[in-house]
């Protein structure tokens, strides 16, 4: 009957996809390939009036086994987007932007920039207006590239001009290109988003021609506007452009205040240690040991000599000064249970010794005064520092022993 052809023929389309799928799992790339065959002359046949819209999985599922598959060319690959490109217009400027991406990352940036352009051109009655945002990102990737090749211009002008001489046409041709990045650049930064890498070129752009209160302000708006979703990396941006402006260190501190918030374990969290460690401020040289005790609390910073050297220095300040035991207090009482095990133990003593020397002797310094004189990471490392003869190694076994008491009154 009609309707057990039609049952079995949805069942024959979910069999196949089902193979598709086991088989992009399991990375079967030319298995995948002709299943999907299968699938599309099964569709071939639908007589069903039913809507399935399967086009975009057939460009999904085609896109990647086209990117993996052994056997597959570029001129394969622009073939298929092409003709997915026809398959319906609601997808055209996405299969457009994916093409672009295949073709950047085959080096072909001639190729992609002529499919932006053409992709820029597209009209289609209402679908323009209901895809705006799609259209904003053709128009923007373009204006990478126009930068890109405003890079390629200045790079040449200024070797000429290290030469003494001067080329009018290139520079004519940079700023050429300059206009239309900028134009395209700019209006997608003003769309509330992560727009890392077009913000970096404009600004780039902005700084070299002087403009340097529009590249303040588009940072500003991008680390500070709350329409735009919170980012760390527009603080980056904002502390790097402040502290090439040679901005105060009040300026500096408070970009990377708001960094330390979202992202306590960035790499930049030593020079935000190092600018509050040298404040005059007591308030921001406690925040400084917080800062670092934070960033040790994540796995990637385990074997980081700076970030424990900051906090060897700081600690042994304290203690030698005898003031602000409570700011190490503080920190240590909501991890003494976990960083024994964590930081301190023989294991990585052993291996922080064989590896590192410097690191070992500053993770020993901060163990010895949290831990005490008995604590097995700081025993083994002095031990093996005094038996090579070390100097440095015997001063700090005598500078922990001498103010193992401090051990005591920090650990209640």
């Known amino acids: 009957s009609s309707y057990e052809h039609k049952l079995n023929f949805r069942k024959s389309k979910e069999a196949c ?13 030319k298995r ?7 699938y599309v002359e099964s569709l071939e046949k639908d007589y069903s009036r039913e809507h399935i819209g399967p086009s975009e999985m057939i460009w999904r599922i ?18 298929f987007m092409e003709q997915m490109k026809t398959l319906g217009v609601k997808r055209y400027l996405k299969v457009c932007l994916e093409h672009v991406f295949h ?16 992709a820029e051109s597209w009209r289609f009655g209402e679908q323009t207006a209901i895809q705006d945002k799609e259209m904003k990102l053709i128009e923007a990737y373009r204006g990478l590239l126009d930068y890109c090749s405003w890079s390629k211009q200045k790079n040449i002008l200024l070797e000429h001009s290290e030469d003494g001489f001067s080329d009018l046409a290139v520079e004519q041709e940079m700023h050429g290109y300059f206009r239309k990045a900028a134009v395209n650049l700019k209006e997608i930064i003003k769309i509330p988003g992560v727009w890392d890498v077009f913000v970096k070129c404009y600004v780039d752009l902005l700084e070299f021609y002087g403009d340097h209160n529009e590249a303040r302000q588009v940072l500003n708006e991008y680390a ?57 401020k007591r308030k921001k040289r406690r925040l400084g040991l917080e800062v670092i005790f934070a960033a040790l609390d994540y796995a990637g910073w385990k074997d980081n000599a700076k970030a424990w050297s900051c906090l060897a220095r700081q600690v042994k300040q304290i203690v030698t000064s005898e003031k602000h035991l409570d700011w190490i207090k503080q920190e240590w009482n909501s991890r003494k249970d976990w960083w024994p095990a964590f930081h301190f133990s023989r294991y990585l003593a052993k291996r922080n010794w064989q590896e590192n020397k410097s690191l070992s002797y500053e993770k020993a310094l901060v163990a010895g ?34 103010h193992n008491l401090v051990y005591l009154r920090i650990s209640g």
């Open 32 to 38: 995948a390939a002709e299943f999907l065959t299968c």
């Open 62 to 79: 085609g896109t990647e086994i086209l990117w993996h598959h052994s056997q597959s060319s570029m001129k394969e690959f622009n073939c």
């Open 369 to 402: 005064i949290l831990l005490g004189k008995d604590c097995k990471y700081f025993k083994y490392v002095s031990h093996q520092g005094c038996k090579a003869q070390l100097k440095r190694f015997r001063m700090l076994k005598k500078f922990v022993n001498r």
């Open 224 to 280: 500070y506007n709350s329409k735009f979703p919170a980012n760390p990396n527009a603080h980056v941006y904002l502390y790097q452009f402040l502290k090439r402006q040679g901005e105060s260190k009040k300026s500096l501190i408070s970009a990377l205040k708001i960094l330390h918030d979202i992202v306590p374990s960035h790499e930049l969290m030593i020079d935000f240690n190092t600018m509050l460690q040298k404040s005059k």
């Open 17 to 29: 996809l089902s193979y598709i799928q086991d088989a992009l799992l399991q990375k079967q790339w």
């Open 103 to 118: 073709l950047l990352c085959n080096g072909q940036i001639d190729e992609a920039y002529q499919n932006l352009s053409l």
